[in-house]
């Protein structure tokens, strides 16, 4: 297995941010669990796992930690609240800085970054605020559609709708999560998420995970419960698609602003490579998929955290 080189003295108080208020806090305390004990192994005896709660800046301040290690995910975790509060306190962290947290949060803004390159395929979609016509912001998408909530991750919130009867209670389930909801054409192909990771501030890509959901797509369930998903790794596509969304992630990467590691995902239809979204703060979870897409790259998930860690501080 490769071994990453470490830039941060061992001696350093480390704290791993995990938990949170959001919908993905489960999941959340499972990625930074995994985290918390790869860094006592790799020798950061000073680490320690910080289950983030509305205290969270007076806890850090308190604390003298010298760096972050962000194992957050979803709403103030990955959207750039907790980025912000560490900026304040000057505490170094992990991942991406506040500007791409934000904007990769919420799935439409992400779309109007990337449609900047025409060369970045994206799948079609409406953007639909609380009071907006949902029907009539549809008129002009073909079904099925698909239903998400712009700034959730997991799956949370997400309804496939097959005719347009269903539509008004697929939107009502979005917007639970969010008071916008972005609804999209639901295509069939290849589902696949490329990592994307920084080796001395240059990104590059991970190895394709293709993804085979038991279930009809890539819901909550099939993401994190074993057995429910099938990895292809690496993914069963041509080397000229490997390298096509190879050069979309880590341009995709590069637009939104993202530094240290985040995770595109795709799904390729026709031999066209759509971006679905990017994560900015991937699952570290032991059925996530960046850790298998960086283990078949020979690094395991103990010099991955590694790897992330030597990202603290590229955000500013």
């Known amino acids: 297995m490769q071994s990453i080189k470490n830039n941060i003295d061992k001696n350093a108080k480390i704290a791993v941010l995990c938990g949170g208020m959001s919908s993905e806090a489960e999941v959340s305390m499972r990625s930074g669990k995994g985290c918390f004990e790869a860094l006592k192994r790799l020798g950061f005896n000073n680490a320690e796992l910080v289950v983030v709660d509305k205290n969270i800046a007076e806890t850090l301040k308190n604390g003298n930690f010298d760096f972050a290690y962000n194992a957050l995910h979803g709403k103030y975790g990955e959207d ?33 970054m990337l449609s900047v390159d025409k060369n970045i395929p994206l799948i079609k979609s409406v953007f639909v605020r609380k009071g907006d016509d949902v ?24 309804t496939k709708v097959n005719t347009p009867a ?50 009809e797509w890539y819901d909550y369930e099939a993401k994190y419960t074993k057995g429910m998903t099938e990895f292809i790794l690496p ?6 698609m490997t390298a096509k969304v190879k050069e979309i992630a880590v341009k995709a990467f590069e637009i939104t602003g993202c530094s240290g590691v985040s995770r595109v995902d795709f799904l390729i239809v026709n031999d066209i490579p759509y971006v679905l979204e990017i994560n900015t703060s991937p699952g570290m979870t032991e059925t996530s998929d960046l850790p298998a897409q960086a283990a078949a790259m020979g690094v395991d998930y103990d010099n991955l955290v590694l790897a992330i860690l030597n990202s603290a501080g590229l955000n500013k």
């Open 135 to 158: 029907k009539a912001a549809t008129a002009d998408l073909k079904y099925p559609l698909i239903t998400k909530p712009v700034c959730e991750g997991s799956s949370f919130g997400m």
């Open 235 to 240: 993914a069963e596509i041509s080397d000229e």
């Open 80 to 112: 750039g609240c907790i980025q912000g509060i560490l900026e304040i306190l000057e505490i170094p962290y992990t991942g991406c800085g506040v500007m791409a947290s934000s904007v990769c949060m919420n799935k439409e803004y992400t779309k109007r």
């Open 166 to 215: 269903e539509l008004e209670s697929a939107y009502a389930e979005a917007s639970k999560y969010n008071n916008d909801v972005l609804i999209e054409e639901y295509l069939v192909g290849i589902g696949c998420t490329v990592g994307v990771l920084e080796e001395d501030g240059k990104p590059f890509a991970t190895e394709i995970l293709e993804l085979r959901p038991k279930n």
